[in-house]
């Protein structure tokens, strides 16, 4: 069992940058993959960034490669997104998922996920 918190979210003015922490609890956080997901109003959880277990590659949506920037600290149980450049379009709540090894793009396969931070970015 993984539980997941999230923090770090807040308002910011476009161009802005803000940095999300997750926290999760378990002597195995380092099998896990995981990823951040994002809820923007009116629409479904989309997939945002996410980080492979016992490899160093990262994966990105399109929307926000070259802005956001995911790592991992297994020695502290916790992922990173660094957001960079923050457009009003990322306005959303930010979701982190956990799920076991493999690295995945759907959020129907990860078995975990933190309660979401809201993350507003104005013009």
């Known amino acids: 069992q993984v539980q997941l918190v999230e923090s770090g979210g807040g308002m910011v003015q476009a161009g802005g940058s803000l940095e999300l922490s997750c926290a999760a609890s378990?002597?195995?956080?380092?099998?896990?993959?995981m990823g951040w997901f994002r809820r923007a109003p009116g629409k479904e959880r989309v997939f945002v960034a996410g980080a492979g277990w016992g490899e160093f590659n990262t994966y990105y949506a399109d929307s926000v490669k070259g802005r956001f920037t995911i790592s991992r600290d297994d020695a502290k149980n916790s992922v990173y997104l660094q957001m960079n450049s923050l457009e009003p379009e990322d306005t959303a709540v930010y979701y982190c998922?956990?799920?076991?090894?493999?690295?995945?793009?759907?959020?129907?396969?990860?078995?975990?996920w933190g309660q979401g931070t809201q993350v507003t970015v104005s013009s």
């Open positions: 378990g002597r195995t956080f380092r099998t896990y993959a």
């Open positions: 998922a956990a799920k076991i090894r493999g690295f995945a793009f759907k959020e129907n396969d990860y078995a975990y």
